[in-house]
């Protein structure tokens, strides 16, 4: 007789072998149906409190509002530097590009004729001098002896007059020697007048000594001419700057009126921006702003709003805008391009939210999508300034509301559950 009791142990073990044995003959097939069960629980759970989203939280925060544009570096204005007299160019002392200071030779003309102009002009300034000289040490000193001269002759003539006039009266003397005294005397005056007339031109202020000084100031003028005509010959730099533009070669005929080389004075560089009409209401003067060369994009430096130009390009829609950057960075240059981040509003310890959140912003009546009772719902918002990522939550949200990203598929009414980044 078996004994039961023994064989029950051996039959189950041999129960759950067979079943293990089926299992794992069927392993796939097993996997699959746990897999399945287990996407119809999570889809179950998913149905009854709604997808997972990642929503986007109101915070507190420093929002900064700007206006983004690009535009080019440039000088308040810039020097044309020409010549003032026709001539051949002799040789070009700068390059293109070459930053100068205010006196130094740019450009030098020919000169030859020039400076026998400045030699021919000295000739005529040493004439004159002379001719001053000689009316001073010779011409006058020799008219005031005359004079002397002609004043004893004219004395001496008087006294012979009066003696005859005397002897005559009483009849010691003829009437032909009375004449002859008074004709003695009448030339002696007309002598005396004539000495006294020639000291009177050649003294300062005479006709002679006023005529020799005219020449001496216009043969001194016409030196300055010449030598202003030579000092022409070098064209020199009129301030402190960069060379952006060198239009002339040597053994060119340079002639006043057309530019040989373009100057970007030292000092202020300004950045000219071209800003869309709709942002002109944003903008004011001695508004502070970040700029960036393209060719530097890691390096910012600061700028201020200097001018905002009272008409609108109406082919473009834009306004143009010139900020000045008093300590420009060394590697700007002429007409580079810049990218400027101007600062129009500023709010400190406010309530912020992504803009990625915020629904019809443009439209007057934004809104965003909360969380309420699980479910999404439409909450319209005041909002004010507007960074670059953020906007200002003025009205209809607190700190720590949720809101749905657009980009999330939620729409009004929908359950889900509110996820934070």
């Given at each position: 007789?078996?004994?039961?009791?023994?064989?029950?142990?051996?039959?189950?073990?041999?129960?759950?072998?067979?079943?293990?044995?089926?299992?794992?003959?069927?392993?796939?097939?097993?996997?699959?149906?746990?897999?399945?069960?287990?996407?119809?629980?999570?889809?179950?759970?998913?149905?009854?409190?709604?997808?997972?989203?990642?929503?986007?939280?109101?915070?507190?925060?420093?929002?900064?509002?700007?206006?983004?544009?690009?535009?080019?570096?440039?000088?308040?204005?810039?020097?044309?530097?020409?010549?003032?007299?026709?001539?051949?160019?002799?040789?070009?002392?700068?390059?293109?590009?070459?930053?100068?200071?205010?006196?130094?030779?740019?450009?030098?003309?020919?000169?030859?004729?020039?400076?026998?102009?400045?030699?021919?002009?000295?000739?005529?300034?040493?004439?004159?001098?002379?001719?001053?000289?000689?009316?001073?040490?010779?011409?006058?000193?020799?008219?005031?002896?005359?004079?002397?001269?002609?004043?004893?002759?004219?004395?001496?003539?008087?006294?012979?007059?009066?003696?005859?006039?005397?002897?005559?009266?009483?009849?010691?003397?003829?009437?032909?020697?009375?004449?002859?005294?008074?004709?003695?005397?009448?030339?002696?005056?007309?002598?005396?007048?004539?000495?006294?007339?020639?000291?009177?031109?050649?003294?300062?202020?005479?006709?002679?000594?006023?005529?020799?000084?005219?020449?001496?100031?216009?043969?001194?003028?016409?030196?300055?001419?010449?030598?202003?005509?030579?000092?022409?010959?070098?064209?020199?730099?009129?301030?402190?700057?960069?060379?952006?533009?060198?239009?002339?070669?040597?053994?060119?005929?340079?002639?006043?009126?057309?530019?040989?080389?373009?100057?970007?004075?030292?000092?202020?560089?300004?950045?000219?921006?071209?800003?869309?009409?709709?942002?002109?209401?944003?903008?004011?003067?001695?508004?502070?702003?970040?700029?960036?060369?393209?060719?530097?994009?890691?390096?910012?430096?600061?700028?201020?709003?200097?001018?905002?130009?009272?008409?609108?390009?109406?082919?473009?829609?834009?306004?143009?805008?010139?900020?000045?950057?008093?300590?420009?960075?060394?590697?700007?240059?002429?007409?580079?391009?810049?990218?400027?981040?101007?600062?129009?509003?500023?709010?400190?310890?406010?309530?912020?939210?992504?803009?990625?959140?915020?629904?019809?912003?443009?439209?007057?009546?934004?809104?965003?999508?909360?969380?309420?009772?699980?479910?999404?719902?439409?909450?319209?918002?005041?909002?004010?300034?507007?960074?670059?990522?953020?906007?200002?939550?003025?009205?209809?949200?607190?700190?720590?509301?949720?809101?749905?990203?657009?980009?999330?598929?939620?729409?009004?009414?929908?359950?889900?559950?509110?996820v934070l980044p």
């Amino acid at each position: 007789m078996v004994d039961q009791t023994a064989a029950l142990p051996r039959q189950k073990a041999s129960s759950l072998s067979a079943l293990g044995s089926a299992v794992w003959a069927h392993r796939w097939f097993v996997l699959a149906v746990m897999l399945l069960l287990g996407f119809g629980g999570w889809q179950s759970v998913r149905a009854v409190l709604g997808p997972a989203v990642v929503v986007d939280l109101v915070r507190r925060g420093d929002l900064v509002e700007t206006v983004v544009a690009s535009g080019h570096v440039e000088t308040p204005f810039r020097v044309e530097i020409g010549s003032q007299i026709t001539g051949t160019v002799d040789d070009v002392l700068v390059q293109e590009g070459q930053r100068v200071t205010k006196g130094q030779p740019l450009i030098s003309l020919e000169a030859r004729e020039l400076k026998a102009a400045v030699l021919q002009a000295q000739g005529a300034v040493a004439q004159a001098e002379a001719r001053m000289r000689q009316l001073a040490e010779l011409t006058l000193p020799s008219a005031k002896e005359a004079l002397r001269q002609a004043q004893a002759t004219l004395l001496n003539a008087q006294q012979t007059y009066d003696r005859t006039s005397q002897l005559a009266s009483n009849g010691y003397a003829t009437r032909a020697a009375l004449d002859e005294a008074q004709k003695t005397l009448d030339v002696a005056l007309a002598q005396k007048r004539a000495a006294e007339f020639q000291v009177f031109t050649a003294s300062p202020g005479g006709s002679d000594s006023v005529m020799a000084e005219t020449q001496l100031n216009q043969a001194r003028a016409n030196l300055d001419t010449a030598q202003s005509r030579l000092g022409y010959a070098t064209i020199l730099a009129p301030r402190d700057g960069v060379l952006i533009t060198r239009n002339v070669e040597k053994g060119a005929v340079a002639q006043p009126g057309k530019a040989l080389l373009v100057l970007a004075p030292a000092g202020d560089v300004q950045l000219v921006l071209q800003i869309d009409e709709r942002n002109l209401g944003k903008l004011a003067l001695g508004q502070t702003a970040l700029a960036s060369a393209d060719a530097y994009p890691d390096r910012r430096f600061a700028a201020v709003v200097s001018y905002i130009n009272p008409g609108v390009d109406i082919s473009r829609a834009s306004v143009q805008v010139k900020l000045t950057v008093k300590d420009p960075p060394d590697y700007l240059r002429q007409d580079m391009t810049v990218s400027v981040d101007i600062e129009v509003a500023a709010r400190r310890d406010t309530l912020e939210l992504p803009v990625r959140s915020v629904h019809d912003l443009t439209s007057g009546q934004p809104w965003v999508l909360g969380v309420k009772d699980g479910r999404a719902a439409k909450i319209p918002v005041r909002v004010g300034i507007r960074g670059n990522s953020h906007v200002e939550i003025v009205a209809g949200l607190s700190a720590g509301d949720v809101a749905v990203p657009q980009s999330s598929g939620v729409v009004t009414g929908q359950r889900f559950r509110a996820v934070l980044p």
